[in-house]
């Protein structure tokens, strides 16, 4: 089969080399082979390709983290390859217990694009910080794809969202997913802005998957009793924040590291891709397909998702 592979580590434009004649997976217990659909590229498939990822496959690995993809009876599942046996390949190895229905209301695209986004945006927002409505949530990467699917899922529970966004692409792309407010971090201070939006009160909720400047602003404009939940490190830079600092001003962090639901809590994880299927049949929830890519394009798409050049999900199609 055609897969794409990594046997060095560095740039995924620059080790993501496509191979035509790869060993097609052979299942072992408790997995499924899946005829691969569609593939979204997120942020983790260029940390692995850098081995800066916390899952550190041996190489050569195929990346590729989750996918829409067909079953041998013709059924359309959504969800995670095997660690190592990634998605941007003809076909991919599924744990059964970690499959899922993919979305009638969308097209495979979209279903590959609704599980890690909206999973984790759902888990970070409803059982971590246990949003509410009529809160003010604030996003960073608001155009991205989890981020994305934040904005979408915080509007969804009533919540009204500011954005943070770089550039006016991406502010205009904020709007039109639905935020209240957005800033653009290139030219707005967004502390400024959420002071303002909010009377001065701050936001009840972050949800912050870039770190740095990010999270530490987010200190500066929190409300009380706010929560602020750590989603991801895309600036580079994982902040060690001074305690007191949340002592002081009463606010809590939040680690989310949703993967681990899938072991924890599996009913959790299955509860809310019914919920999110649900919203995606009402049109409520909608993944941002920004980019649609032929599977030779995969190399690309990965570097660009890396550099931050992208919003919604980019996805490979096969
Ligand atoms: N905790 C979990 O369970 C979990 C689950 C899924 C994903 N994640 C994490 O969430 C993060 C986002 O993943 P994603 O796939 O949705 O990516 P993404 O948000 O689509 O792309 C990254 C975005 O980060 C922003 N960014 C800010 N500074 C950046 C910099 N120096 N370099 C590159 N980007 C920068 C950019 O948006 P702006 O320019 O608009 O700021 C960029 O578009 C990743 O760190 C990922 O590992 C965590």
Same mark, same amino acid.
């Given at each position: 089969?055609? !897969?794409?592979?990594?046997?060095?580590?560095?740039?995924?434009?620059?080790?993501?080399?496509? +191979? %035509?004649?790869?060993? +097609?997976?052979? !299942?072992? %217990?408790?997995?499924?082979?899946?005829?691969?659909?569609?593939?979204?590229?997120?942020?983790?498939?260029?940390?692995?390709?850098?081995?800066?990822?916390?899952?550190?496959?041996?190489?050569?690995?195929?990346?590729?983290?989750?996918?829409?993809?067909?079953?041998?009876?013709?059924?359309?599942?959504?969800?995670? @390859?095997?660690?190592?046996?990634?998605?941007?390949?003809?076909?991919?190895?599924?744990?059964?217990?970690?499959?899922?229905?993919?979305?009638?209301?969308? &097209?495979?695209?979209? *279903?590959?694009?609704?599980? $890690?986004?909206?999973?984790? !945006?759902?888990?970070?927002?409803?059982?971590?910080?246990?949003?509410?409505?009529?809160?003010?949530?604030?996003?960073?990467?608001?155009?991205?794809?989890?981020?994305?699917?934040?904005?979408?899922?915080?509007?969804?529970?009533?919540?009204?969202?500011?954005?943070?966004?770089?550039? @006016?692409?991406?502010?205009?792309?904020?709007?039109?997913?639905?935020? &209240?407010?957005? +800033?653009?971090?290139?030219? %707005?201070?967004?502390?400024? *802005?959420?002071?303002?939006?909010?009377?001065?009160?701050? !936001?009840?909720?972050?949800?912050?998957?870039?770190?740095?400047?990010?999270?530490?602003?987010?200190?500066?404009?929190?409300?009380?009793?706010?929560? $602020?939940?750590?989603?991801?490190?895309?600036?580079?830079? $994982?902040?060690? @924040?001074?305690?007191?600092?949340?002592?002081?001003?009463?606010?809590?962090?939040?680690?989310?590291?949703?993967?681990?639901?899938?072991?924890?809590? @599996?009913?959790?994880?299955?509860? *809310?891709?019914?919920?999110?299927?649900?919203?995606? %049949?009402?049109?409520?929830?909608?993944?941002?397909?920004?980019?649609?890519?032929?599977?030779?394009?995969? *190399?690309?798409?990965?570097?660009?998702?890396?550099?931050?050049?992208?919003?919604?999900?980019?996805? $490979?199609?096969?």
């Amino acid at each position: 089969m055609r !897969a794409w592979q990594v046997g060095e580590l560095g740039l995924p434009r620059e080790v993501m080399r496509l +191979v %035509e004649d790869a060993r +097609v997976p052979v !299942a072992g %217990e408790g997995q499924l082979l899946v005829k691969v659909r569609a593939v979204a590229v997120n942020f983790p498939d260029a940390l692995m390709c850098l081995g800066m990822y916390q899952v550190k496959p041996p190489l050569p690995f195929t990346p590729g983290v989750e996918l829409c993809g067909e079953l041998p009876s013709g059924e359309r599942v959504i969800g995670n @390859p095997v660690a190592g046996g990634g998605a941007f390949a003809e076909y991919a190895l599924l744990d059964a217990r970690a499959l899922f229905p993919a979305p009638p209301a969308l &097209d495979d695209a979209e *279903a590959a694009a609704l599980h $890690i986004g909206y999973q984790t !945006a759902w888990f970070a927002l409803h059982r971590r910080a246990a949003l509410r409505a009529g809160e003010t949530l604030l996003v960073h990467a608001a155009a991205g794809g989890v981020g994305s699917a934040a904005v979408q899922l915080g509007k969804a529970a009533g919540a009204t969202v500011i954005g943070v966004v770089g550039g @006016p692409h991406k502010a205009e792309v904020a709007r039109q997913l639905g935020c &209240d407010v957005v +800033v653009d971090r290139k030219s %707005e201070d967004f502390v400024a *802005a959420v002071k303002e939006a909010t009377g001065g009160r701050g !936001a009840d909720v972050v949800f912050d998957p870039v770190g740095g400047d990010a999270y530490t602003g987010s200190t500066k404009c929190i409300a009380f009793e706010g929560r $602020i939940v750590v989603v991801g490190f895309t600036s580079g830079t $994982i902040p060690a @924040p001074p305690l007191g600092h949340a002592l002081v001003k009463n606010y809590s962090v939040l680690g989310l590291h949703w993967g681990l639901y899938n072991t924890k809590d @599996p009913a959790a994880v299955r509860a *809310a891709h019914d919920e999110l299927t649900k919203l995606a %049949e009402q049109g409520v929830v909608r993944p941002l397909v920004s980019e649609r890519l032929a599977f030779e394009q995969a *190399a690309d798409g990965v570097q660009r998702v890396l550099e931050g050049q992208t919003t919604g999900r980019v996805v $490979i199609e096969l």
